[in-house]
């Protein structure tokens, strides 16, 4: 069983950074491809990013791409989310999910995934 922990979320203004953090609770986290999907309220849950097991590739959605950079640190079992120039549109929940790798992996799609966090509240004032 895969565990996920997000932390990092918080209140930010327009423009400003934040970093989340997903930690894993599991010994075969470097086996993992992880992806950041995010839900704002009343909102479909959307992919955001997603890694590679390997950490060799990356992919993002349109919406954020040259803003936010996922990365992650398999000594920690640890993957992160930099979040810059932020925009109000930006504000959700965001969640942490895990899979093991499979061949033609996507990862833009919930169903891809076998575990998720509990999510961390972003918010981006104007």
């Known amino acids: 069983q895969v565990q996920l922990v997000e932390s990092g979320g918080g209140l930010v203004t327009a423009g400003g950074s934040l970093r989340l953090s997903c930690a894993a609770s599991?010994?075969?986290?470097?086996?993992?491809?992880m992806g950041w999907f995010r839900q704002a309220p009343g909102k479909e849950r959307e992919f955001v990013a997603r890694i590679t097991w390997s950490g060799g590739s990356t992919y993002y959605a349109d919406s954020v791409k040259g803003r936010l950079a996922i990365s992650r640190d398999n000594a920690k079992n640890t993957v992160y989310l930099q979040m810059n120039s932020l925009k109000p549109e930006d504000t959700a929940v965001y969640y942490c999910a895990a899979s093991p790798p499979v061949a033609g992996y996507a990862g833009t799609s919930r169903s891809e995934y076998n575990y998720w966090g509990q999510g961390t509240q972003v918010t981006v004032s104007s």
């Open positions: 599991t010994r075969t986290f470097s086996n993992l491809n």
